[in-house]
């Protein structure tokens, strides 16, 4: 089955602000970096349940799954969840920062 690949607001506005970074820190490599980040994603059209289960399942009402990407002290954490034909990228971070709390996940606090 192939799946449909949709990045949440909170998702589009985390990977605008990694390329924001990449681009300061790196500005020709800042837009190469981008699409390679999104060709990964794409991977996520078959078989997302590859991936293995995010730490923050244990906190939330939908089965969390995370996807790295890249290599080193740069690698980012697409935390996701598969809803039909479609999955839902939440949230992208850097792998090395904390787990996200509920209301990072935009999960009521129940």
Same mark, same amino acid.
């Given at each position: 089955?192939?799946?449909?690949?949709?990045?949440?607001?909170?998702?589009?506005?985390?990977?605008?602000?990694?390329?924001?970074?990449?681009?300061?820190?790196?500005?020709?490599?800042?837009?190469?970096?981008?699409?390679?980040?999104?060709?990964?994603?794409?991977?996520?059209?078959?078989?997302?349940?590859?991936?293995?289960?995010?730490?923050?399942?244990?906190?939330? #009402?939908?089965?969390?799954?995370?996807?790295?990407?890249?290599?080193?002290?740069?690698?980012?954490?697409?935390?996701? #969840?598969?809803?039909?034909?479609?999955?839902?990228?939440?949230?992208?971070?850097?792998?090395?920062?904390?787990?996200?709390?509920?209301?990072?996940?935009?999960?009521?606090?129940?």
């Amino acid at each position: 089955m192939n799946y449909y690949v949709r990045l949440q607001p909170l998702a589009l506005e985390d990977l605008d602000q990694a390329y924001k970074n990449a681009a300061k820190h790196a500005p020709n490599t800042a837009a190469d970096w981008l699409e390679r980040f999104h060709d990964a994603l794409k991977t996520l059209e078959t078989n997302p349940e590859r991936c293995s289960l995010a730490p923050e399942n244990l906190k939330s #009402t939908r089965t969390l799954r995370q996807f790295l990407f890249g290599k080193g002290r740069n690698v980012f954490r697409s935390v996701f #969840t598969v809803e039909g034909d479609t999955v839902w990228i939440v949230r992208i971070r850097r792998a090395a920062r904390r787990q996200m709390t509920k209301k990072d996940l935009g999960e009521p606090n129940i």
